[in-house]
């Protein structure tokens, strides 16, 4: 069995040239200076060391590179997974302890092997099952909870909680006691962020900058505010005026070790990494598809899957914790020229560069202005317009956003995750419970038929033609019966009932008895049941049964050669049809 499938990197590899390295270590560069902040304050966002930011950024970018299949998606911490990750590690250990960094370890790891799995068993289709509406209405949550819950680090503040209940009862409580000069310096960054993000592209264009690099200089600002204020942390002193600083880091890499696993922590901790991980997966796919329809390329979610996968287990036995592609910095990475995967691996080697040799000096970092970056950075990912447009095309569609974001801040983002994926279910056994159906008629001088409610139409006396536009499955089956009966009761003069199947692209068996009770039926009341445009496949699967042997109609090629055929009949005089059935698709 060949392992080039498994291996992209057996790929690209055979192309890798030198105008190909120059662009990967451009972007590793500039990606390697926009992720060391983000890095270390996500870390501290899912309540870990900073340095496990820093070691999550290392060999999960290296694996990635080796089994991934996006040349521009940037692997590592982001916000969403490290809310997720403090919500589900903080129920089984206090935050600050070595059984709280273990357990996210642990997670990390538990993930990675979920992930091959469902990559090795081919099921990168569970991204369909978490409908667009639904993760829109989580990543507006989350991205509420994750900025409400960084008001209490600008403000020097203790705040907790995983939901938004929690989080502003603890911020209420405490307001009387905010720290005014770590207050001034998270205002000061968020008052840089927002400019920089606002003005500062314009600004530089009008200086003469080329767009590309404008944008990358603006998304690489937090690098710019983390220098200013550490100088400012310490030329002020800072640390001694009580403002929380980042404090000593490790020096050095993290030593390769199996996670301990600990039975009842793996037990507590397989649904959460369950959730993480589709979650995961599903936004990592989407930017890795969105960046390879730029280029042209094509990622494999399945092969994605096992690069994911690949990549949390790496994290896990790095020190570090969940990871997934991230939005922004793979854009940089894009926008940078990163033609490869190796980009990533020129990052990695970057960041353990700086693990090596910057520690020291992140030490007098403000954890203000890491949450000032966080503050930042998510707000792009709330978006409340979702509900405006949900309202106006759907109902159905706002209800499973509304509870997706009603159930995220007011539960916490498990529960509203589940909430959703649940919503968008019971939103689809809603819709294909009840198919559309209509009844047609002929267009004049044309072989087509339409709806009569929307289009002048002609239709036969004595012949009823019924459109369903939905395959029939469990349940919407007896909605068939039902519908039938309705308007052949409406109709005492009817003599055929024709069920245009042309948008049925399946029949269960429960499906199968409802026609055989619909045949029954009608037969009962001298009234014919033909069939048109059925689908090969469906056809395949009428043929397996007895259905058609018995059929008093007969099933039609078109459903003008049906309505055609019923006319001969009658001018013939005939009482029971003598058509063949049509075997063909």
């Known amino acids: 069995m060949s392992l080039r499938p498994h291996l992209p990197i057996l790929d690209w590899g055979r192309r890798y040239n030198r ?38 950024s290392i060999l999960p970018l290296i694996a990635y590179a080796i089994f991934g299949t996006s040349s521009a998606l940037a692997v590592g911490p982001v916000a969403v997974i490290s809310l997720m990750t403090a919500a589900a590690v903080g129920r089984i250990a206090a935050e600050g302890s070595a059984d709280y960094a273990s357990a996210a370890i642990m997670l990390a790891g538990l993930s990675g092997l979920m992930l091959l799995g469902m990559g090795l068993f081919r099921l990168g289709f569970i991204a369909n099952f978490l409908s667009h509406p639904v993760i829109s209405g989580f990543i507006t949550a989350s991205g509420i909870i994750i900025a409400t819950s960084q008001v209490g680090g600008l403000l020097g503040i203790r705040t907790e909680g995983h939901a938004m209940p929690d989080l502003l009862a603890s911020i209420f409580a405490n307001l009387g006691a905010i720290h005014w000069p770590t207050f001034a310096i998270g205002l000061l960054s968020l008052v840089l962020l927002i400019w920089m993000r606002r003005d500062l592209g314009r600004l530089l264009e009008r200086m003469g900058m080329n767009r590309s690099v404008s944008r990358i200089i603006v998304r690489a600002g937090p690098v710019f505010v983390v220098f200013l204020t550490m100088a400012l942390s310490a030329g002020l002193d800072l640390g001694a005026r009580g403002v929380a600083l980042v404090g000593e880091v490790p020096q050095g890499l993290p030593l390769l070790s199996l996670p301990s696993f600990n039975l009842g922590t793996l037990q507590a901790l397989v649904v959460p990494a369950l959730i993480i991980s589709v979650v995961g997966f599903v936004e990592s796919i989407s930017v890795a598809q969105t960046l390879a329809a730029k280029r042209r390329e094509r990622v494999d979610p399945n092969q994605e899957l096992i690069g994911l996968g690949a990549s949390n287990v790496a994290a896990s036995l790095g020190g570090g914790y969940p990871v997934t592609g991230g939005f922004a910095r793979s854009v940089v990475n894009f926008d940078a020229g990163a033609a490869t995967p190796a980009a990533g691996a020129f990052t990695a ?22 949450a000032a970056t966080i503050v930042i950075a998510v707000l792009t990912l709330v978006d409340f317009s979702i509900l405006r447009r949900a ?172 309505m055609c055929a019923i006319a001969a009949l009658r001018a013939e005089g005939a009482g029971a049809p003598a058509m063949p059935e049509e075997r063909t698709a």
């Open 349 to 370: 080697i970057g960041i353990a560069g700086a693990t090596l040799l910057l520690t020291p000096v992140l030490a007098v970092l403000p954890k203000a202005t890491l």
């Open 391 to 562: 309202w106006r095309y759907s109902r159905a569609d706002f209800a499973a956003v509304a509870i997706t974001l009603l159930g995220t801040l007011v539960f916490g983002v498990e529960t509203g995750i589940s909430l959703g994926v649940a919503a968008s279910i019971l939103v689809f056994l809603y819709r294909s419970s009840k198919p559309h159906a209509a009844i047609v008629g002929q267009v004049p001088g044309t072989e087509h038929y339409r709806n009569v409610k929307r289009h002048k139409v002609d239709t036969m006396p004595g012949v009823l033609s019924i459109r369903v536009d939905e395959s029939l499955y469990f349940a919407n089956a007896r909605y068939l019966e039902d519908l039938v009966y309705g308007e052949v009761a409406d109709r005492p003069g009817l003599t055929d009932v024709v069920l245009l199947c042309s948008a049925v692209n399946a029949i269960d068996m429960s499906a199968l008895e409802s026609l055989e009770a619909i045949h029954a039926r009608l037969a009962d009341l001298g009234v014919r049941l033909h069939l048109s445009e059925v689908k090969g496949p469906v056809m395949d699967r009428l043929e397996a049964s007895d259905f058609l042997d018995h059929l008093s109609g007969a099933v039609h090629l078109s459903h003008h050669q049906a």
């Open 19 to 56: 105008q190909t390295l120059t662009s990967d270590l451009v972007a590793a560069v500039i990606v390697t200076i926009m992720l060391i902040p983000q890095s270390l304050a996500y870390a501290l966002l899912a309540g870990l060391p900073p340095e496990m930011g820093l070691y999550a």
